[in-house]
Structures are given as structure tokens and as C-alpha cells.
């Protein structure tokens, strides 16, 4: 089994700090995910946990121990890097044997397992090139492999599907998420994109610039974020976040375009809506609302995105199928109260 914990761990470079009092819990067979922009501190942790760097204050913890003096071949943990770090004179079946030979397993059992994890990744056909003749996404799978085919206390991957077209890495990462849950290992993922995080995670860690603003399952980050970073970071759209103005008051958003029955501002600085919670219909001179002005309609399929002009708000609104609206129509918006977001002055999140 592999808990890992960090205890108040920050981590310096100089006088930048790279992780801020970062304490957490990954449990045991957890698919556990770090999602944020770049130098948001998700690569520094997994160093940090392999052992690759050491915290300047705080403790880290291999089910209950405290490993900070214990280097990286003691921890038992395996990583993929972003770089790869193939060896570039060996082919990739030996890239991927290589840490097994390194521990002394039979030749038999690593034969079994090399063959085990070349087919699940789809590689069996290149094992007999070096790097140097492989595809960017055939490098990133035979780093991936070589992880795989150990069998350690935890597996760390630092975006590893990241060179692989669209629907190579939908494809790969179900295959991720399937192999641990079958090896029952513990697995702490970094990304930088959000439907992955979203698709691979018992649970993610959301940062900003070293700090973790939450954590939670994917779906209660996404229905309940803790501020307005949190919500703008998850959804594609991205939530509206809109000024609320007190009117005669009650409280009126975007200028009045947007229908919010019972919504009073109270303490409230910011209303968040997410994108496929506003509906859209044609407005009607006369019936009281005041209208929005489409400015763009984007068609997905089997959605479209239809950007409106709302006061002086900008707006933008997920609707099903290919709906029959033009740019520089006037329509109507609405949302469910139940539905709204609601953020203070500080962008933190207040109760719904």
C-alpha cells in the first residue's frame, strides 16, 4: 500500500517560492490528480515526493514514514517524466526492461510483464527501435511503459499523454485509469488540462503559484468551486463571472439582460453562471425583460456555443444541438436560482 502525505511543505528556488505550505493526502489505490497553469507548482510536488528534491520546511510521509532524508531508489516510487529520459542507445524494449534487469528479476517474469504492458499500450510493433526512430507519442508510451512495468509502492506521471494527438490521448488515458485500478496502486497524475484531470481523478488537487486553493472529486470541485480562480479554471466555456449592482433593492445582473427570479445580492460581490445553466429563448418587445445581442454563434455538433452580449457584461451560453439563432439577434436569458454561483468581495465562494 502507498499513502503519501505532505505536511506543510514548502519548497524555495532562491527567493521564489515553487510550493506554499502544502498539506494533503493521497490514499491509498487513489487516481489523484494536481491540476493547474504552468509554474503552478504540480511538477515540484512530484519531485518532491520521489525524492528528487528536498522541502525547506515540512514533512513528507510514504504510508505513515517520513521519507525527507531517504533518497529516490529507497522511496520505491516510479515516474514518468515530461522529458521522457529515455536512454537514446537502447531500444524501447530495453528502455523499458531496463529497470527490472537493474533489480535483478528473472528473465522470465520480465518477459511476461513487458509483454503485458506493450500490448496494453499498443506498442508490441516498435519495441525493436531506438528512440531516435520513434514518433513523439511512441517515445511518450514506451516512457509510460517503462513505469508501468516496474511494480512500486506508487506510480508519479508528469503530463505524460502530452505528445499524443486528440484522440490518442482519450484513448490512452482510459487505459491509465483501467491499469490502476486493476494494479490497485496508488497514482498521482499532474496536467495542465482540465478535461483530463476531470476524466482520470478519484480526486484533484486544484493550484495556484505553489498554493492549493482545493481539493476534492472532480464533480464537487465543478458544481461547489471555493472562489472564482477555482471556477474559471474548470469548464469549457469557462463560468461567467458577472458584477452584481444593487438596484432598488433587489439586485440586477448584467445591465437586467439576465432573468434571475428571487435573487437578492445580500453580501454577495460576484454571481457565477456556468455556461450550460443559462437558457436562451427569443425575446418579445413588450413582455418586461430587457433583451441581450448575440455576437457570435460557434456550432460543435452536438452543441453550440453561442456568445450574447449582456449589458455590459459578455456573456457565453451552451446550448444543445444547433439551435436556429443568428449573430445580431435580440433574445431573452435566464437562470435558475438554484443554479447561480455566488462570490464576496474577495472572489471566495458563499453559500448557495
Known amino acids: 500500500m502507498a499513502e503519501i502525505s505532505f505536511r506543510n511543505v514548502t519548497k524555495r528556488y532562491g527567493t521564489s517560492v515553487a510550493v506554499r505550505e502544502a498539506s494533503f493526502t493521497v490514499q491509498d489505490n487513489e487516481f489523484f490528480c494536481f491540476f493547474g497553469p504552468p509554474l503552478s507548482g504540480k511538477s515540484t510536488i512530484l519531485r518532491l515526493i520521489l525524492g528528487l528534491e528536498t522541502p525547506d520546511v515540512g514533512e513528507i510521509l510514504i504510508d505513515g514514514k517520513t521519507v525527507n532524508g531517504i533518497g529516490p531508489a529507497e522511496r520505491n516510487v516510479a515516474m514518468v517524466f515530461q522529458n521522457l529520459a529515455l536512454f537514446l542507445h537502447m531500444t524501447a524494449r530495453d528502455n523499458i526492461r531496463f529497470p527490472l534487469a537493474e533489480r535483478k528479476v528473472t528473465e522470465t517474469e520480465i518477459e511476461r510483464r513487458l509483454d503485458e504492458v506493450a500490448g496494453k499500450l499498443h506498442i508490441r510493433h516498435i519495441l525493436h527501435k531506438p528512440p531516435g526512430q520513434l514518433s513523439g507519442g511512441e517515445r511518450q508510451r514506451v516512457a509510460i511503459a517503462r513505469a508501468l512495468v516496474r511494480d512500486p509502492v506508487a506510480y508519479l ?195 448557495r
Open 157 to 351: 506521471m508528469d503530463d505524460p499523454i502530452s505528445a499524443l494527438d486528440a484522440r490518442l490521448r482519450e484513448e490512452t488515458r482510459v487505459e491509465l485509469k483501467r491499469i490502476q485500478r486493476e494494479m490497485g496502486k496508488t497514482l498521482i497524475y499532474v496536467t495542465h488540462d482540465q478535461e483530463e484531470a476531470m476524466s482520470v481523478a478519484d480526486r484533484m488537487a486544484i493550484m495556484e503559484q505553489g498554493l492549493i486553493r482545493q481539493i476534492g472529486t472532480p464533480r464537487d470541485i465543478y458544481d461547489s468551486p471555493a472562489s472564482t480562480y477555482v471556477a474559471r479554471l474548470l469548464g469549457s466555456p469557462m463560468m461567467n463571472i458577472l458584477p452584481l449592482a444593487p438596484e432598488k433593492g433587489a439586485a440586477e445582473l448584467a445591465g437586467g439582460a439576465i432573468a434571475i427570479p428571487g435573487l437578492v445580492r445580500g453580501d454577495t460581490a460576484e454571481i457565477g453562471l456556468r455556461p450550460e445553466d443559462i437558457k436562451v429563448a427569443a425575446w418579445t418587445e413588450g413582455d418586461g425583460s430587457r433583451p441581450a445581442r448575440v455576437f457570435q454563434v460557434e456550432p460543435l455538433g452536438g452543441y453550440t456555443v453561442v456568445t450574447v452580449d449582456a449589458g455590459a457584461s459578455r456573456v457565453r451560453v451552451l446550448v444543445r444541438g444547433q439551435p436556429d439563432i443568428k449573430p445580431e439577434a435580440l433574445v431573452a436569458l435566464s437562470c435558475d436560482a438554484a443554479r447561480v454561483h455566488r462570490f464576496g468581495a474577495k472572489g471566495a465562494a458563499m453559500p
